[in-house]
């Protein structure tokens, strides 16, 4: 197994439902043994891709290629791969050890050895001593930790999740996406995973595909997508940036000025020769994170502005603080992430700050 390795690639994918296209010429490559996360909104495509893949609808355009072979026209059942659904699809008349050793009765193998590998298939998602109960006997985890098992019995290469933890409720839905992450790296399968959940998906994901109506805007590590979004689609969807329009200036030094309402910006724009290229006078947002800004201390000579706050949100280990800066015409909402403290907020409500944030925390996206 090699992170480096193509296990499959879509080249040129389309899919049309009649004059409707939902998949615009897509290209992807998953590489063998990574946790790759589909992201976007209801509508991007990202289920559409899932289901191609795993044979469950047919491309219109376009090829699917497992080790630089062909599969788009290979039957559901002859493809090595397999998938975990929302509602799980688990047999009701059937026990935990028949469903999760269903897809290995089907085989006709023996019923010794399909009795060893359905209890370790148990074992690994740490349902061992429930293998006589029946689904509706268990919890939505459980049942969850099922549907799993059953898809990795078959040892796949590659296991489809789609929106698996949807139904679970918020606690649970964090233990499982733990869960699910040390079993990908236990069993080293390739894990693609469906979801709309941000979170979730910074949480769990080797890499992230963000999806916008049927194209693919970025792909990249959690890391880059969060820090250096490439669009503002993929700024506004992936967390809570700060987007303020202006006009893109000079560049220096591996940063670029922009002229906003806040005055004018400094933003990094190191590495990124599309930003360094781009021409003088261009729309553009300057992005920056609620965590990058900070009450202006007298060292802090760039990317400083007034404002007032509008608004303390407590959220536990943070506090958020809307701040209304801008003249009164250009009026700007921003986000600020503070640490919580036991004391309380250090804000608060219509208080007038002065703050700024580093260059270096700047980003800049093409409008």
Known sequence: MSHNTDLLTLRSATKSYGSVPVLHGIDLSIRDGEFL?????SGSGKTTVLRL????EPLTSGEIRLDGQDISRMPINKRPFNTVFQDYALFPHLTVAGNVGYGLSVRHLPRKEIATRVAEALDLVQLGRFAERFPSQLSGGQRQRVALARALICRPRLVLLDEPLAALDLELRRQMQE???????????????????????IGMADRICVMEAGYIRQLGSPHELYYRPNCEFVARFF??????????????DGLRAIDTALGRLLCSVEGQPHLQAAATGAAAFAAFRPEALRVASAGDKDNRFSGTIADVAFAGSSTMATIAAGGEASRQRLK??????????????????????APREGHLVLA
């Open 37 to 41: 996360t589909v992201l976007g909104p």
């Open 53 to 56: 893949i795993g044979g469950l």
């Open 179 to 201: 869960f699910l992450k040390s079993i990908q790296r236990e069993v080293k399968t390739t894990f693609l995973f469906v979801t709309h959940d941000q979170e979730e998906a």
């Open 239 to 252: 967390g809570e940036n700060n987007l303020v329009a202006g006009t893109l200036g000079s560049v220096q």
């Open 336 to 357: 600020m992430r503070l640490a919580s403290r036991v004391e309380g907020s250090a804000f608060t409500a219509a208080e007038n700050v002065t703050l700024a944030f």
